[in-house]
T-cell receptor, first 111, second 113 residues
């Protein structure tokens, strides 16, 4: 059973819209959560980290964490075609710095 | 650019051979983690090195082994290569204490034929 679940997509949104990406996790002991962006053929790039319940905003990105529901989300405001990529959700699990990744959601922003 | 470097960029090997991949961590980071990413999947944790010792291992067989050097750089060795070992191998560096953000290198694309 997967420990971090994401909808594979593709999620298609028009330019300028809000893209909403969702992720659930099964390990209640997870303490830290991360969103990575991965362009085709490239390595994952860290875009957001969140550790506490609630919202965390950074520019056009907002990460939301609800530990009671074991749910993490990423909102991208004013989506641009350059945001088209696969978005990976990850949780830190265990006593060491091991990341558990979901399979990723492919986002397509069309002009 | 994260400051994490990996070599080589691409590699083609034959089944049964051995391969060594290399990683230099970002300045100031003392922890290196290795991940395997198959096509269409998220990265899977192989193992982590902290202070030159293995500090956790994922569900990978013993033919996957590693090293960390005093300058925190690291190697991943894979023996007896199998076709399923074809993947993108990612190295991530971090500092052991919070914040525990991991930054990935560009990866090594390994193809086993």
């Amino acid at each position: 059973q997967k420990e971090v679940e994401q909808n594979s997509g593709p999620l298609s949104v028009p330019e300028g819209a809000i893209a909403s990406l969702n992720c659930t996790y099964s390990d209640r002991g997870s303490q830290s959560f991360f969103w990575y962006r991965q362009y085709s053929g490239k390595s994952p790039e860290l875009i957001m980290s969140i550790y506490s319940n609630g919202d965390k905003e950074d520019g056009r990105f907002t990460a939301q964490l609800n530990k009671a529901s074991q749910y993490v989300s990423l909102l991208i405001r004013d989506s641009q075609p350059s945001d088209s990529a696969t978005y990976l959700c990850a949780s830190r699990s265990g006593g060491y710095n091991k990341l558990i990744f979901g399979a990723g959601t492919r986002l397509a922003v069309h002009p | 650019e994260t400051g994490v470097t990996q070599s080589p960029t691409h590699l083609i090997k034959t089944r049964g051979q051995q391969v060594t991949l290399r990683c230099s961590s970002q300045s100031g980071h003392n922890t290196v983690s290795w991940y395997q990413q198959a096509l269409g999947q998220g990265p899977q944790f192989i193992f982590q090195y902290y202070r030159e010792e293995e500090n956790g291992r994922g569900n990978f067989p013993p033919r996957f082994s590693g090293l960390q050097f005093p300058n925190y750089s690291s190697e991943l060795n894979v023996n007896a290569l199998e076709l399923d070992d074809s993947a993108l191998y990612l190295c991530a560096s971090s500092f052991q204490t919070l914040p525990d953000e991991q930054y990935f290198g560009p990866g090594t694309r390994l193809t086993v034929t």
